[in-house]
């Protein structure tokens, strides 16, 4: 080996290959790359082995000041420095004007990856890179000289162009892990200390290797653990010397302890923080995640939530939304009830913790366990004061849409100020683009019964429809159509607009606008309109009779239609014009093309039903057609809700057909009605779960 090393200046070739010039990104230094070739010649000259490594020089610049003479540092640094050929001297002028000029970052304040420095890292000296070995020589000492040791390599550890010369220095990793691991019991600060060296590592994908090599993060977990505990000892304590506040001596003690208490939690806070950055860095990997999860990491994180320092604070909530995107995680959260704990945080005002609280809560909100426990802990109304919020009230909105798809909890909403400031947001739009959270958020508290009386008050419902009518607002319309099928004082007043809704009824509209406004319309059963003055001003009939024939237009849009006949029959003149316009038989062959279909089956059946209640068209229906027939068919209907609604048709059927023949003498026009013996028959309009046609508020894309 001697003899190789002696002979190595004769038959190694060395070349230096000058490469690109650069600024440093955060300090005020140029960054010089550049390549080393050395290769191994024979006794010939011929190469035998040759390695290729690509470098990079740090030119700091700790001079350089806005008073500092550009050109005359830069030829200084030109002559310095032999990896830069002189040719570069305008480019490297240039360089040094830009670091001049050039603003100090300003990172984030609390950041989640951004660790702040704490107490006790000061030091009375510069760390250097050449004395890591005497720093190792530290640690082998006392703990008051290992915790300087520890600190001196994390000064050094926290510049990341020295991480690759202490990744190499295995001597010291060694001894940092070993006294952490044996020693982190006997101070606060040496295990923060060492653990924040291991911190600077796990900044970088690349060195997670080494951090788990040495086994830190499990480390981590258990000093967290630990320290948990002795937080609730502490809190134990405290309490026992709080029982006596009348005694003097009892209230200095509790006020000496006290005092303490604050100290060692300020240092325990710093360790945690240390400790659960470390951990949200390995987390990376979602393998790593699981063996934290298996070590109970969601329990530690949640129990952390009661803290008051808000740096803590966003990096537990920042590793919960993490972790919440995982089932088994999400219902840890449920069982610790996370939620509980986390609408405590809403009334802070540290912007960066409250975003990130409402985006764990949005991530919660899909599950519809935790979205009760959100009921239950008033976020309801928390969150509606928050929607005027320019910057949270896009999230807010978000959580609270996914809570008003419940149908337990559209009520609530009409108690706060949620939906007046919902009504505003819309109107402000005016003929602009409208947010998918918005409408559909409108769309499924309109579909409540005490929140539609809210939205209608005043000009609200004048403001949609001129909205929706004006712009062919799909959207609006279904808002419109969810707040017209609630009976009482909310439906009256669609009289007004019936006419205008009537009037987009055709052939020109796109379709789905024309199935929101059919859908509205055939939600107003109400006794007092005259359904066939609409029909004959609209010319309404030729339309509906059209759009029954099987594959004439999309399935929702037949199935409004009949809906439709279904609500205008329930008036005798507009029933006996339905049957003179042969709607009949084209139900009848809707219902052959549909019988597969239960809902075209109980909505076809039930306008047979409206039909023959009226003298004319049961007529009709019992002579000319074969629907009696199919009726009977259907009482073996799997669908209880069908066989309902075809029993009831039948029976009035078969108590007409009883009449007329036991009283032959009777004039036509007697009974006008059927005879109070007959069944009861069915309401105005189908029931909630039959009225499949309200169709669901539509989701939202969520990044």
């Known amino acids: 080996m001697d003899k190789l090393q002696a002979e190595d200046a004769r038959y190694l070739k060395r070349k230096v290959k000058r490469g690109s010039l650069d600024v440093h990104p955060t300090e005020k230094a140029l960054v010089v790359q550049y390549e080393v ?28 000041n806005a008073n500092t003479d550009i050109t005359t540092l830069a030829r200084r640094v030109v002559e310095e420095c032999r990896l830069i050929h002189p040719s570069k001297l305008p480019e490297v002028e240039q360089l040094l004007f830009y670091l001049q000029n050039r603003k100090k970052l300003q990172l984030q304040k609390h950041s989640p990856r951004d660790l702040t420095p704490f107490e006790g890292m000061e030091l009375d000296e510069e760390a250097n890179i050449n004395c890591i070995d005497d720093y190792v020589e530290l640690l082998y000492e006392d703990i008051p000289e290992k915790v300087r040791g520890a600190t001196l390599i994390l000064h050094l ?45 796990s900044s970088f994908s690349q060195f997670h ?91 530690m994180l949640v129990k952390t939530l009661d803290r008051e320092d808000e740096e803590l604070l966003v990096l537990v909530v920042s590793f919960l939304k993490k972790l919440s995107i995982f089932l088994e995680n999400k219902n ?45 802990a008033g976020l309801i109304h928390k969150l509606s004061l928050m929607l ?3 910057k949270q009230g896009q999230l807010c909105m978000c959580i609270l849409y996914h809570i008003s798809v419940d149908d337990r909890f559209k009520s609530m909403f009409a108690y706060t100020d949620c939906i007046p400031q919902l009504m505003k947001m819309l109107f402000e739009c005016g003929e602009s683009h409208m947010e998918p959270e918005l409408i559909s958020f409108c769309i499924n508290l309109a579909a409540n019964k005490r929140n539609a009386q809210v939205i209608c008050e005043g000009n609200g419902l004048k403001m949609l429809m ?24 909310t439906k009256n007043l669609f ?21 929101e406004c059919l859908g509205t319309l055939a939600n107003l059963t109400i006794p007092d309109l005259d359904w066939e003055l609409v029909l004959k001003e609209y010319n309404l009939v030729p339309y509906l009779k059209d759009h029954l024939k099987p594959g004439s237009a999309e399935d929702d849009l037949i199935l409004e239609v009949v809906i439709m006949i279904g609500t205008v029959s329930m008036d005798d003149s507009c029933a006996a014009t339905m049957a003179k316009s042969g709607i009949i038989p084209a139900l009848i062959e809707l219902l052959n093309a549909q019988q597969e279909d239960d809902e075209f089956v109980c909505q076809i059946v039930y306008v047979l039903y409206q039909m023959v209640v009226h003298q004319a068209t049961r007529d ?65 309009s189908l029931p909630p779960f039959l009225s499949r046609h309200n169709v669901s508020s539509p989701s939202y894309p969520i990044s």
């Open 466 to 489: 001129k909205r929706g009518l004006k712009l062919k607002d799909v959207l609006i319309m279904k808002m419109i159509r969810n707040l017209s099928q609630h009976d009482g004082p």
């Open 157 to 201: 550890a926290r510049n990341p162009d020295n991480l690759e010369e202490l990744l190499q220095n295995e001597t010291a990793l060694g001894a940092l892990a070993r006294v952490l691991r044996e020693d982190w019991k006997q101070s606060v600060d040496m295990a923060t200390t060492i653990i924040y060296v291991f911190f600077c590592f």
């Open 388 to 390: 005027a919020d320019e």
């Open 37 to 64: 070739e050395a290769t191994i010649l024979g006794e010939m000259g011929d190469p035998m082995v040759g390695e290729r490594k690509e470098c990079q020089k740090i030119i700091r610049l700790k001079s350089l």
């Open 495 to 515: 009289i007004d607009y019936v006419g205008d809704l009537a009037a987009q009824i055709g052939a020109e509209e796109r379709e789905e606008y024309v199935i």
């Open 209 to 299: 290797g080494l951090v788990t090599h040495y086994k830190i993060g499990a480390l981590c977990m258990n000093i967290t653990e630990h320290e948990l505990k002795r937080y609730d000892l502490w809190q134990d304590e405290l309490q026992k010397k709080k029982k006596d506040p009348d005694n003097q001596n009892v209230k200095k003690e509790h006020e000496k302890a006290l005092k303490k208490y604050q100290g060692l939690l300020s240092k325990q806070e710093q360790l945690l923080r240390v400790a659960l950055y470390l951990l949200l860095n390995l987390a990376e990997d979602t393998r790593t995640e699981l063996k934290m999860r298996n070590k109970n990491i969601v329990h």
């Open 620 to 684: 009709v229906i019992i002579k000319d057609t074969q629907a009696p027939a199919y009726l009977i068919d259907l009482m073996h209907d799997k669908n209880a809700e069908i066989r309902k609604v075809c029993n009831n048709t039948l029976d009035i059927i078969a108590v007409s057909t009883c009449l007329s023949v036991c009283l032959p003498s009777l004039p036509p026009s007697l009974p006008p009605s059927l005879p109070p013996s007959l069944p009861p028959s069915l309401p105005p």
């Open 332 to 376: 840890d959260m449920a069982e610790t009830h996370a939620v509980e704990k986390l609408a405590r945080l809403l009334a802070c005002d540290h912007e960066n913790l409250l975003n990130t609280t409402l985006r764990l809560l949005l991530n919660l909100s899909f599950d519809t366990g935790l979205r009760s426990q959100m009921v239950q």
